[in-house]
């Protein structure tokens, strides 16, 4: 079973800053998903970005991107110009691209902006 | 387009008793998956359904089943609930691919809490 390890559980970032969560995985598995979501105190898992494993280009939307290092299992998010709005749980999650597609997600990092 | 919907948002149960949670899914999706998430903790899979029939389940005893209805929608039902069945419960629809990306579209939860 793929395991995903967030540490950091919680982290503060001034508004206007950058953070960055770290997500290290676990598999066998040469091809897969890696996500990224979002969750909010409203509690709605929202998708922040994804990543295939056999793309080397990392994924960025907006001012969101990612560092995926396939050798070393290792998927961090960086958010760069925080905004109070990006105040939130972020869950690091795998897939395997068959079967039923289950969603492997990590504890989480919680995110807090300042203002 | 119409999203996930879940309902009821919240519910109070006893020890003992049996709660059904309902999940509709998202225009143009076939398959539903059900997570368990714990206070503090990621969202752990219970089980997928896909043509009505259940496909894939994580580690969780038999008291927790599942439906599909003709119409793609779908319920949890949980028997003989204990304290530790308190948690978030999420609804993720998506389209079934035999290999690729499976995006899940999350609902909005709910919380059930078991005195």
């Known amino acids: 079973a793929q395991t995903v390890t967030q540490s950091q559980p919680e982290m503060s970032v001034q508004e206007a800053e950058t953070v960055t969560l770290s997500c290290t995985y676990d598999?066998?598995?040469?091809?897969?998903?890696l996500f990224w979501y979002k969750q909010p105190p409203s509690r709605q898992m929202i998708l922040v970005i994804r990543?295939?494993?056999?793309?080397?280009q990392n994924a960025t939307e907006n001012r969101f991107s990612v560092n995926f290092q396939k050798a070393a299992k290792s998927f961090s998010l960086k958010i760069s110009d925080s905004q109070l709005g990006d105040t939130a749980m972020y869950f690091c999650?795998?897939?395997?691209?068959?079967?039923?597609?289950?969603?492997?997600f990590g504890k989480g990092n919680q995110v807090v902006v300042i203002p | 387009e119409t999203g996930v919907t879940q309902s009821p948002t919240h519910l109070i149960k006893t020890r003992g008793q049996q709660v059904t949670l309902r999940c509709s899914s998202q225009?143009?999706?076939?398959?539903v998956s059900w997570y368990q998430q714990a206070l503090g903790q990621g969202p752990q899979f219970i089980f997928q359904?896909?043509?009505?029939?259940?496909?894939g389940r994580g580690n969780f005893p038999p008291r927790f089943s599942g439906l599909q209805f003709p119409n793609y929608s779908s319920e949890l039902n949980v028997n003989a609930l204990e304290l530790d069945d308190s948690a978030l419960y999420l609804c993720?629809?998506?389209?079934?691919?035999?290999?690729?990306?499976?995006?899940?579209?999350f609902g909005p939860g709910t919380r059930l809490t078991v005195l």
């Open positions: 225009s143009g999706h076939n398959t």
């Open positions: 359904y896909y043509r009505e029939e259940e496909n």
């Open positions: 990543q295939e494993a056999y793309k080397q």
């Open positions: 598999t066998s598995e040469s091809n897969y998903y």
């Open positions: 993720a629809s998506s389209s079934y691919r035999d290999r690729g990306l499976n995006e899940q579209f």
């Open positions: 999650a795998f897939m395997k691209p068959y079967g039923n597609n289950r969603l492997a």
